[in-house]
């Protein structure tokens, strides 16, 4: 499964990006999807993610600015950054647990990542 990433770039407080996660594979293979963001220095940490089991879940740093979502029919995840702030300065990558065996177990695989920077 291959996962690659859009929508990065420089924006100034306050602004919105969308990001994009483009998959090889139907999304609804996948156990779940999700974003991701890390920063020099600091662990990865989840930003949002989506399953059909669980539905959605954010970060509570972003709950009310970012929403998750995802189109089946072109096999790809989106991230809408809206009111974004400084601190959400950070590479993002897209994730997927694609499920491997009837027990569903799943191997996580990642996108390259993007870069989006708040600055003003």
């Known amino acids: 499964v291959r996962l690659v990433e859009s929508g990065g770039g420089s924006v100034q407080p306050g602004g919105s990006l969308r990001l994009s996660c483009a998959a090889s594979?139907?999304?609804?293979?996948?156990?779940?999807m999700g974003w991701y963001r890390q920063t020099p220095g600091k662990q990865r940490e989840m930003v949002a993610s989506?399953?059909?089991?669980?539905?959605?879940n954010y970060a509570d740093s972003v709950k009310g600015r970012f929403t998750i979502s995802r189109d089946a029919a072109e096999n790809t995840m989106y991230l809408q950054m809206n009111s974004l702030k400084p601190e959400d300065t950070a590479v993002y990558y897209c994730?997927?647990?694609?499920?491997?065996?009837?027990?569903?177990?799943?191997?996580?695989?990642w996108g390259q990542g993007t870069q989006v920077t708040v600055s003003s």
């Open positions: 594979a139907s999304i609804f293979s996948f156990a779940s």
């Open positions: 989506i399953s059909s089991s669980v539905g959605t």
């Open positions: 994730n997927a647990e694609v499920v491997v065996n009837v027990e569903g177990a799943t191997v996580s695989e």
